[in-house]
C-alpha cells in the first residue's frame, strides 16, 4: 500500500504563487512517474504535469511556462512550484504516483484557490 501526504494548498491572489509538495511513503517500488492532477467543480480530472524517475517532464498545455514540477527521488517527494496563478488555476490538486505495472495511487487532494 502507497500513503502519498501532500501540502501547500491555499488561497492565493491572481499573480501569486503557490508551491506543492506530496511526499510517497509505503510500499513504494518501481516508481515510473510522479505527478499532479486537477480537478474543478463540475470538471473532469486533468493531468497537470508529470515527472518521470529520470527527470523528464510533461505540462498541460495551460500551465506550461508557469509551472514547474521536481521531484527528489531519495525523499519519494514531488513539488509543483506554481507561478503566475489565475483565477482558472482554481482547483482540488491531486498527486498520483505510477508503478511500472500497477494502477495510478492517489492523494487526498489539496485545495488550491486563486482570487482575480
Known amino acids: 500500500q502507497v500513503q502519498l501526504v501532500e501540502s501547500g494548498g491555499g488561497l492565493v491572489q491572481a499573480g501569486g504563487s503557490l508551491k506543492l509538495s506530496c511526499a510517497a511513503s509505503?510500499?513504494?517500488?518501481?516508481?515510473?512517474?510522479m505527478g499532479w492532477y486537477r480537478q474543478a467543480p463540475g470538471k473532469q480530472r486533468d493531468l497537470v504535469a508529470l515527472?518521470?524517475?529520470?527527470?523528464?517532464?510533461n505540462y498541460a498545455d495551460s500551465v506550461s511556462g508557469r509551472f514547474t514540477i521536481s521531484r527528489d527521488n531519495a525523499k519519494n517527494t514531488v513539488y509543483l512550484q506554481m507561478n503566475s496563478l489565475k483565477p482558472e488555476d482554481t482547483a482540488v490538486y491531486y498527486c498520483?504516483?505510477?508503478?511500472?505495472?500497477?494502477?495510478?495511487?492517489w492523494g487526498q487532494g489539496t485545495q488550491v484557490t486563486v482570487s482575480a
Open positions: 509505503g510500499n513504494i517500488f518501481k516508481i515510473n512517474t
Open positions: 515527472i518521470t524517475t529520470g527527470g523528464s517532464t
Open positions: 498520483y504516483l505510477q508503478r511500472v505495472g500497477w494502477s495510478k495511487d
